[in-house]
């Protein structure tokens, strides 16, 4: 951590060679150790899921700890950071290590999991923020009971963590997601000037997830594995609580809830209460779009992209008005 002495100015140009370092390092690792990561066993029940067998994956693993490295050099760190970035990391770990693994680790494990990887990151948003709620489209506060945050916030991790996995089958597109929902919620921040400390590690997150893409845009040569995607969907989920407004996430992060979301909802449905929807709908959604409207990996990328971004703008736009 370098924040000692230091003026404005000092502080600009640590700030950008902070993002230099995360993008320039997870270049430089990703494109050295692409033949060290596990291969890709391909999916099943995925659209064109056989293609990507053989590829490398859990490219997670790589730019998550230099984010990580990049955090605890540049960044202003205290205790709630702190085990913000062990979170991040045992999010990163869980993923990798079924990625690793010559068969999958099952849904049961990996929810659970991610069920305690979420007790602790509601426990440590309640303790270091509190339990009040800014309600942005009204402009309200909302005093909740800690209880009911912590309940609501353990439900807001674990549906990130696995909306984000779920969307992550396309090339780019998880990636691509990620990096203009964080920005969003930068520029919330910023304008709010709230968590200014958090809101310069979405910078180097960013970063990183700049430096993945760089290598995973179609036709990619490998891939982020749940290794990306779970510390992914947690760092959204912890960003979106750091702005005090947590229900903006169903905005800020809209086509990832839909796109993987949906999926979860309808197994889910369907597993527990034989109650059976959308049955002519492939999901996750990309998948639908891709095989039933032939759309192009590219094409599904764009507009994806697009609508989240026309979305992100328009709550920017309210938001900081």
Same mark, same amino acid.
Not at 192 to 199: G, K, L, M
Not at 238 to 242: G, H, N, P
């Given at each position: &951590?370098? *924040? *000692?002495? #230091?003026t404005v100015s000092d502080y600009s140009i640590l700030g950008f060679l902070g993002v230099a370092f995360a993008y320039l390092v997870t270049c430089i690792l990703l494109g050295t150790g692409? *033949? @060290?990561l596990p291969r890709d066993h391909g999916r099943a029940y995925a659209h064109d899921g056989v293609l990507s067998a053989g590829k490398p994956r859990g490219a997670g693993f790589i730019f998550i700890l230099v984010f990580v490295a990049a955090a605890l050099i540049f960044g202003n760190l205290e205790r709630e950071i702190i085990i913000y970035l062990i979170l991040t990391v045992a999010a990163m770990m869980t993923g990798f290590l079924d990625d690793c693994a010559k068969v999958s680790w099952g849904e049961l494990r990996k929810g659970l999991l991610d069920l305690v990887i979420a007790i602790m990151t509601a426990i440590t948003v309640v303790n270091f923020n509190g339990s009040d709620v800014y309600i942005a489209l009204t402009g309200v506060t909302i005093h909740m009971h800690p209880l009911l945050y912590g309940a609501l916030a353990v439900i807001l991790v674990w549906a990130s963590i696995n909306v984000t996995n779920c969307a992550d089958g396309v090339d780019g597109l998880s990636?691509?997601?990620s990096t203009i929902t964080l920005s969003t919620i930068y520029l919330i921040m910023t304008s709010? *000037? +709230? !968590? +200014?400390?958090? !809101?310069? #590690?979405i910078l180097l997150f960013i970063a990183c997830l700049l430096g993945y893409l760089w290598f995973n845009a179609t036709p990619s040569c490998l891939m982020m594995g749940d290794a990306g995607s779970r510390a992914i969907g947690l760092f959204i989920a912890? !960003?979106? &609580? @750091?702005t005090g407004s947590p229900f903006l996430y169903v905005l800020v992060a809209f086509v990832l809830m839909v796109d993987g979301g949906i999926g979860l909802i309808k197994v889910a449905l369907l597993r527990f209460l034989k109650i059976k929807? #959308? +049955?002519k709908v492939r999901t996750p959604l990309h998948d639908h779009v891709r095989k039933n409207r032939k759309w192009s990996n590219a094409q599904t990328v764009f507009k994806f992209a697009i609508i989240q971004i026309m979305i992100s703008a328009a709550v920017v736009w309210f938001v900081i008005r």
């Open positions: &951590m370098i *924040n *000692n002495y #230091l692409i *033949n @060290k990636g691509t997601l709010w *000037n +709230t !968590a +200014t400390d958090f !809101a310069y #590690l912890i !960003a979106i &609580m @750091k929807i #959308l +049955t």
